[in-house]
């Protein structure tokens, strides 16, 4: 199987920044892609930051000139730098791995259990 771990979260008041980290572990025979996704209360999840294995990156409107995705997708590791933090960036943060368990089929989401983020006004 594949286990994601995701570090980072917290609180911090409005303006301030936090680094969320993410791990992928396991029988991962290949990897397309490893990114962020939030759930804020009463709303449903949705994407943050996605990063494919060759590198590029796509970012939600909402995050964009504020967050920032790195790492190595194929080293299994993802980082996220957000900074400008407002109240309705606070959500539980889950990480993403689209992986292969087996490259003749076709790859599968795995999901951390994640991590809080609480921005206070």
């Known amino acids: 199987q594949v286990q994601v771990v995701e570090s980072g979260g917290g609180l911090v008041q409005t303006g301030g920044s936090l680094r969320l980290s993410c791990v992928a572990s396991g029988s991962i025979a290949g990897i397309d892609s490893m990114g962020w996704y939030r759930q804020a209360p009463g709303k449903q999840r949705e994407l943050v930051a996605t990063m494919a294995v060759t590198g590029t990156t796509n970012y939600a409107d909402s995050v964009k000139g504020r967050f920032t995705l790195s790492g190595d997708v194929a080293d299994y590791t993802v980082y996220l730098q957000m900074n400008s933090l407002k109240p309705e960036d606070t959500a539980v943060y889950y990480c993403?791995?689209?992986?292969?368990?087996?490259?003749?089929?076709?790859?599968?989401?795995?999901w951390g259990k994640g991590t809080l983020v609480t921005v206070s006004s």
């Open positions: 993403n791995a689209f992986a292969y368990t087996d490259l003749r089929y076709r790859a599968v989401d795995f």
